[in-house]
């Protein structure tokens, strides 16, 4: 069995002292490859230099993240889409509009996303969007851009039933899920109900949202086990069929090789 880490920042500072060795378990456990979307300008290099380093198994994205897009945020965008050119990404991340740690932004939030999505389209590359209470926002934004051939993830989903039936209306989005779909009286565990298991990617957002048992600890890859097991019972499959289902999914969605 295998699985792809479909959302991951390994490169932050938190793996600083085990970078090597958290990587090692990772492919030890059954993970083929790991996915890292961008964040800003601060996070370039060191994402840069984990897919120098290890450039068969993590693959990058390019995007700037909407808690990083201020008043000002022109010269970041300006220097990440320069970016674009100078190697091969996997898909356009993470981007999209987060209105739950602060409003005051918004109109640059949705000017930057809207921009980022018009990147993906030129560059037929998917989205990884990160979406935290703005989900009409960013559904606003998609239909505004318009154009069919746009396609991605919705990152940690975290909406309700009625957002899963926008998003099915979409056609070519996914979802991504986390290790809190492990977590008591996840309102994720409902969610699941209503979608599909072609619709779903399984991702860690690593060091962050570690599953039982290893809530409250910096998550990485291997943990994405507990994600699928709880998945699989969910849906009442076996870990062999969920394994193998979502990790079709996410090389059909990346194309990474």
């Given at each position: 069995m295998r699985l792809i880490d479909s959302h991951s920042h390994i490169y932050l500072e938190e793996f600083d002292t085990d970078r090597s060795q958290v990587i090692q378990?990772?492919?030890?456990?059954?993970?083929?490859?790991v996915l890292l979307p961008n964040v800003d300008v601060t996070t370039l290099d060191p994402l840069f230099r984990i897919c120098d380093q290890y450039p068969d198994f993590v693959f990058p994205m390019m995007g700037l993240h909407p808690t990083s897009v201020n008043g000002s945020y022109a010269s970041q965008l300006n220097r990440i889409e320069k970016m674009l050119t100078s190697r091969n990404y996997c898909g356009i991340g993470e981007i999209g509009i987060d209105l739950f740690w602060s409003q005051q932004h918004i109109k640059e939030q949705k000017e930057v996303f809207e921009e980022q999505?018009?990147?993906?389209?030129?560059?037929?590359?998917?989205?990884?969007?990160?979406?935290?209470?703005?989900?009409?926002?960013?559904?606003?934004?998609i239909?505004?851009?318009?154009?069919?051939?746009?396609?991605?993830?919705?990152h940690c989903f975290s909406g309700t039933v009625t957002d899963l039936e926008e998003i099915k209306r979409?056609?070519?989005f996914k979802i991504g899920?986390?290790?809190?779909?492990?977590?008591?009286?996840?309102?994720?565990?409902?969610?699941?109900?209503?979608?599909?298991?072609?619709?779903?990617?399984?991702?860690?957002?690593?060091?962050?949202?570690?599953?039982?048992?290893?809530?409250?600890?910096?998550?990485?890859p291997a943990n994405l086990w507990e994600t699928a097991r709880k998945t699989a019972e969910i849906f009442q499959l076996s870990l062999e069929e969920v394994a193998h289902q979502t990790w079709k999914n996410t090389m059909e969605m990346f194309q990474i090789l």
């Open positions: 378990t990772a492919k030890q456990s059954g993970i083929s490859a999505l018009r990147w993906s389209i030129r560059m037929q590359l998917p989205v990884s969007i990160h979406t935290r209470n703005a989900f009409p926002e960013v559904f606003d934004s239909y505004k851009v318009g154009d069919p051939s746009l396609k991605g993830v919705f979409l056609a070519n899920i986390d290790g809190n779909i492990t977590y008591k009286k996840s309102p994720l565990v409902e969610i699941l109900q209503y979608t599909p298991l072609e619709m779903i990617l399984l991702e860690t957002d690593a060091p962050y949202l570690a599953p039982v048992p290893y809530r409250g600890k910096r998550n990485e």
